[in-house]
């Protein structure tokens, strides 16, 4: 069984003519799905809102999922392993195995945290797509 699953979040913008634009990319980890269990599962497919907000447990403000089923405080933070990760969404620049468990890390995850609040500034609110493949 594995126990993580990598992804991709891209950000999206508009300009003022609608047109949609990459301004952002970088890979994600997430644990593996199991029916959505609080604190041991990746979440649902779906659309979510998201609020830039302060984490108690992270001593800053990271981006929350809102409104996904039976399941609060997923947060997207920086989390080199997926065992770093207790349900939320972990991102970084590269999908690398680098302590050799056969289980996909992240790299650069600090660095990139703060690349992808940088692009989401000013905003404290916004929207994300979660896509199961």
Known sequence: MQDSIA??????DRDDKGRASV???CSTLELDYDNNKRNASSIPAGF???TFEYSNKFERNLWELKGVPNR???KI????????????IGI???LIDLDGDGQYDLTNSAETLEE???V?????????RVISV
Do not use: T, W
């Not at 989401?120 to 994300?128: A, E, F, G, L, V």
């Open 116 to 118: 992808f609040h940088c």
């Open 7 to 12: 992804g991709l979040l891209i950000v999206i």
């Open 92 to 94: 970084g620049k590269d």
């Open 77 to 88: 933070h920086a989390a080199n392993y997926y065992r770093q990760l207790q349900g939320c």
């Open 23 to 25: 301004v952002f990319s």
């Open 72 to 74: 609060a405080e997923i």
């Open 120 to 128: 989401m500034s000013p905003n404290y609110r916004s929207k994300i």
């Open 48 to 50: 979510y809102s998201m």
